[in-house]
């Protein structure tokens, strides 16, 4: 028999939602009540400089008054716990190195990212060569997930199709050795995220194509905490009227402005 589906919606409560995140919501939602599955809600609060209490309550109300329910709810912040733990053990088995590397040695990375990706710029390895292997966990440090060299990660989208993107430290890959643990003592979306979707039991994740490389990334750190690889399901990205992609910054795309225009939660899925 197969496994229940299980989604999630996870949004950040770092601005107010807009009709891309809208859609892509709704998206997941749609398909977890077409499988007749479960759907989580992920508090995703782990930048503690943009974070705010009322865009979190403002997500939810606008995610009610779209018409999208789930079944649970998990917030970030209070898993710190666990994010250290998974992070120990990558670095007992030497999956993860401290880097020491400066805003200016970063900034002399092989490439940059896309404009339209949240991706961050391929490192070169810098620290991955001198860096001595330890076993515990230094304060006020950044970690690195070791990539292996040339290695084509691949995965069917359930949305996009076949995918493969080359990982390792030199300017034919699609990206190197990626954040998994910041100075500042919290854990980065890489692997915050995959740590969330393996205690959730998450069957699929619905999300922005704009973080397809991100899925590469998150396989390896599934293989390296021992994780299974749930489906992927990537939306096409929202764009405002001069073909740039939908961000927090389109304020009067956000469902809140919407609705206090008038516009009723059938007129916004209609956007879709």
């Not at 930048?47 to 209490?53: E, G, I, K, N, V």
Request: aromatic share 10%; glycine share 6%; charged share 30%.
């Amino acid at each position: 028999m197969a496994p229940q589906y299980i989604g999630r919606l996870a949004p950040s409560p770092t601005g107010l939602l807009h009709l891309g995140h809208a859609r892509t919501f709704w998206i997941a939602y749609e398909r977890a009540r077409a499988a007749n599955g479960q759907l989580w809600l992920r508090d995703e609060d782990l930048d503690p400089q943009r974070s705010r209490a009322d865009f979190a309550a403002a997500m939810r109300e606008d995610l009610h008054w779209l018409g999208i329910a789930w079944d649970a709810e998990m917030r970030q912040s209070e898993r710190i716990a666990l994010y250290r733990e998974a992070m120990e053990k990558l670095l007992r088995e030497d999956f993860v190195y401290p880097c020491t590397c400066s805003r200016k040695d970063l900034q002399q990375a092989i490439q940059a990212p896309h404009e339209d990706s949240e991706d961050e710029p391929i490192y070169n390895g810098r620290c991955r060569f001198t860096a001595i292997p330890k076993t515990a966990l230094a304060p006020n440090t950044n970690y690195r997930f070791r990539v292996p060299d040339g290695e084509a990660l691949r995965f069917i989208d359930a949305h996009t199709g076949p995918q493969s993107f080359l990982s390792g430290c030199d300017a034919n890959a699609d990206f190197g050795d990626f954040l998994v643990w910041r100075k500042d003592g919290l854990p980065s979306y890489q692997l915050a995220c995959v740590v969330d979707d393996a205690a959730m039991g998450i069957t699929e994740v619905v999300r922005g194509r704009d973080l397809l490389k991100s899925t590469a990334r998150q396989i390896l750190l599934q293989r390296a905490l021992g994780f299974t690889t749930p489906d992927y399901f990537h939306c096409d990205l929202m764009r405002d009227d001069t073909g740039v992609r939908l961000a927090k910054r389109h304020d009067a795309l956000s469902l809140r402005a919407m609705r206090e225009a008038g516009l009723s939660p059938q007129d916004v899925r209609e956007r879709f």
